[in-house]
Every structure is written in C-alpha cells, then in structure tokens.
C-alpha cells in the first residue's frame, strides 16, 4: 500500500513539512505495513524552498546562507538552494510579513533591499538563473529596494539620490532612474517569479488595496500608498517604454512582480503547478493507493490555483482517491465531490477550539491520520 502525502503549510501552527511528517508518524502507527512517500507542497508564495528543499537537495542542490538586511533593516538570514548557476529563493526570507511582530507592521517603511542583496551575492558567485518566490511579504515598494541593492539609483524630481534602503514611502518621491548598472549584470541572466496570486499592480484588486491591511496599513496609508504606487508605475513605464501593471501578478509581493518584469525581464509562472513539476508530482503518484493533501484553512480559495487544488487534480486523472486534512473546511459535500474528493478530515473537530487547533495541530493531524484507513 502506497500512501503519497502532500500537504501545505497550517498557517500559524505548522509549515508543509511539518505537517506532512505529522501525518506520516500517524499513518505508519495505525497502518503498519504502507510505504509513505511525504512531499510538502506550496501555491509559490512563502514556503517555496521548504516545500522544494529535500527534493532539491536530492538532484545537488546545496544550500548557501548569508546575512542581509530584513525588511525594516533588521539583520535577517537567508538561505539559497544553488545548483550550478541556478538559484531558488523565497523573497519571503528576506523580506518577509513573519518576520515583523504585529504592532510593528508599518508598510509605509518596509523595503525589499535584503532580496537584492542575496540576489547580488548569487550573482557574483556565477548563478544565472533565478527562481524567486513571491508571497508573504511585509512590503509595498515595487521591488526598488531590490533594485537599489543591486546598483539602480532612484532620484527624486530635485535631482536628489534617494538613500538606501528605498522604502514604499519613497514611491511619491521618484522622478527618473539610473538603472545601466544592473542591466549589463542581469543582461545573461534569467529570473523566473514564482507566485500565488494572479493579482495586477494597481487598483482595487492591486497590490496595496487587497494585501496592505495586513501589512499593517491603516486607511489613510493604503491611500498614500495607492498614489504612490501608482506615480512610480507611471515613472517606470514610461523609463522602460512598456506598462506591466495590468499583467497578472503584477500585484504579487508588494508590487515585487512588476519590478521583476520591468528592471529583470521576468516571466512570472503559476506557483502551485510550478512546484508540483519541480518535485515531479506526477511521478510520484506512479503505484499510489491513495493521496492525502490539504492546508490549515480548505476553502472557496483552495478552489482557485492553490497547492492542494492542484494535487487533487493531478490525483483525480490517475483515479487514485484522496482525502483532505486540513484545519477547518468550509467547502460542501457537493463540491468535495465534484472536485474528486473521498473525504475531508478537519483538525477543529478533535479540538477544543480555534486556539487548541493552531497551537496543538501536529498532535491532532496525527490523531486524524491514526484514524485514517487506507482499505
């Protein structure tokens, strides 16, 4: 018997690999004899490398770690995965919303300067082709601070340097740009943006106004904000002869989509099936007997281009079952059906509540998977 478990990360409780081990250390006491190939997955965004990292690590990737500047310039370690000249990176790491408490959340004065620094240290080292996940940022710049980090100089419209670390804040300031530098480094390499939302740029459902609440951003700095995303857009498509801000994704990491497009000529891909393919998900199902995915909150977004949704997909073209562990479920039976689910299993049912759930979730997956037969 063959069990494959794929599951994202418990937001707040557990990281995919975590919760995947959870699951197989109950599986292996309750089943006995069923071999259990654990895979943690991620939609792209934070969690890219730790999905990836065991899988990588197999073809020769090696990790490398450095020190860089956080996103409120706090000293904050990284870690690449280099192979040859390739390098995966999780934004996330460097410039990432867990790394900043709750009440220190101002948006307004994050910067991704620390992922142009790691980029910087990756290139000099030979590596020319990036894989960058985007998604959970603290940031609302528009990828500059990377820039800057990596020799573009931003000046405002009295001719004035505008310092390092570029800060959202710097936005309204911007009037042209000295970018020559970073084209001829970037010009023999290839960044590819690794994203899980399909958000544009600028708008309602742009970068500031859907994702800066939680960020930190009250209402009078999402409209500061809006504007000043919405100058510098203007700057920069009229420096590179090109408008980006509609493209899908555009929005993803602050903005960090479009910057990659504009000063890196990025093409940015789908996060969920990216990572499936590069954990060769669908080899993995070769023999399977049953499949087991899931995330902390399964919901009308799981629906919509998030890891598991791909799984389940993959899953149901070879008929193999699946169940779903997750924290809570808010899809119905119907639509479980539909979408080729055999059964959901949910953490809040063991539990005695919400706070229960999140802080003892490793626990209760294991209770769930106990629970869970195969037959």
């Not at 089943?31 to 969690?47: F, W």
């Not at 860089?68 to 192979?83: D, F």
Request: negative net charge.
């Amino acid at each position: 018997m063959k069990v494959v478990v794929a599951l994202d990360s418990f937001k707040g409780s557990l990281s995919a690999k975590d919760a995947c081990h959870a699951v197989a250390e109950g599986l292996t006491q309750n089943q006995g004899d069923v071999e259990i190939l654990c895979l943690p997955i991620s939609d792209g965004g934070d969690g890219l490398l730790d999905a990836v990292h065991d899988s990588c690590l197999s073809k020769g990737f090696r990790e490398q770690r450095l020190t860089v500047s956080g996103p409120y310039t706090q000293p904050t370690t990284v870690t690449l995965l280099v192979k040859g000249s390739t390098c995966l990176m999780e934004m996330a790491q460097s410039s990432g919303l867990d790394l900043v408490p709750k009440s220190q959340r101002r948006t307004m004065f994050a910067s991704t300067y620390g992922l142009g620094q790691a980029i910087d240290y990756a290139l000099c080292r030979g590596c020319r082709e990036f894989w960058i996940g985007l998604g959970g940022s603290a940031t609302n710049d528009l990828g500059l601070g990377a820039m800057q980090a990596l020799g573009c100089r931003f000046f405002d419209r009295d001719g004035q340097l505008i310092e390092a670390p570029f800060k959202a804040c710097d936005l309204i300031r911007l009037d042209h740009i000295e970018d020559g530098f970073l084209q001829e480094r970037r010009h023999s390499a290839s960044f590819i943006g690794v994203a899980d939302v399909n958000n544009p740029l600028l708008g309602e459902n742009g970068a500031t106004r859907v994702f800066g609440p939680q960020k930190g951003a009250d209402s009078s700095d999402l409209d500061a904000l809006e504007a000043g995303m919405r100058h510098a857009a203007a700057v920069l498509a009229d420096h590179f002869k090109a408008d980006v801000s509609d493209q899908p994704g555009a929005g993803a990491a602050g903005g960090l989509g479009a910057g990659l497009m504009w000063f890196m000529n990025a093409s940015l891909k789908g996060g969920a099936d990216t990572v499936l393919n590069l954990l060769k998900f669908d080899d993995a199902l070769n023999g399977a007997d049953w499949v087991i995915t899931g995330e902390g909150r399964f919901d009308t977004q799981s629906l919509s281009g998030k890891a598991p949704l791909g799984v389940i997909e993959r899953a149901k073209r070879r008929s193999i079952p699946v169940c779903v562990f997750c924290g809570e479920s808010l899809i119905s039976e119907s639509d479980a059906l539909a979408m080729g689910i055999s059964q959901i299993s949910q953490v809040i049912e063991k539990a005695r509540d919400r706070d229960d759930a999140m802080q003892n979730a490793r626990f209760y997956l294991g209770e769930l998977a106990r629970a869970f037969s195969v037959v």
